[in-house]
């Protein structure tokens, strides 16, 4: 059983920064490609970035510049640096993991989510 668990939310003033973290278990870390969406409510789910397994990334136009994702294959451990933070980012934000297609389980999994709240 799959599992991510994020964490590091918090408050946070405008132009300030942030590390959230998403521990995942229960699955073959390194061949999963990892994102982080965010979420207010009534809102639609807005992706931020993804990073491959073999470390690609890319980010939203909303975040490029401000914010960086990475990984450590050895942790299971996937992190969303977010710097210089806009009261725009407040959101929930959910770090999600899946397989390439192909694979035995091609699920997308969901962390729970983490409350980001940038004040102005």
């Known amino acids: 059983q799959v599992q991510l668990v994020e964490s590091g939310g918090g408050l946070v003033q405008a132009g300030g920064s942030l590390r959230l973290s998403c521990a995942v278990s229960?699955?073959?870390?390194?061949?999963?490609?990892m994102g982080w969406y965010r979420q207010i409510p009534g809102k639609e789910r807005e992706w931020v970035a993804h990073?491959?397994?073999?470390?690609?990334?890319d980010y939203s136009d909303s975040v490029k510049g401000r914010f960086t994702i990475f990984r450590d294959n050895a942790k299971s451990t996937v992190w969303l640096q977010m710097n210089a933070l806009k009261p725009d980012d407040t959101a929930v934000y959910y770090c999600s993991g899946r397989a390439q297609l192909g694979a035995v389980d091609p699920r997308l999994y969901w962390g729970q989510g983490t409350q980001v709240t940038v004040s102005s």
């Open positions: 229960g699955g073959i870390f390194s061949s999963y490609t």
């Open positions: 990073i491959t397994p073999g470390g690609g990334t």
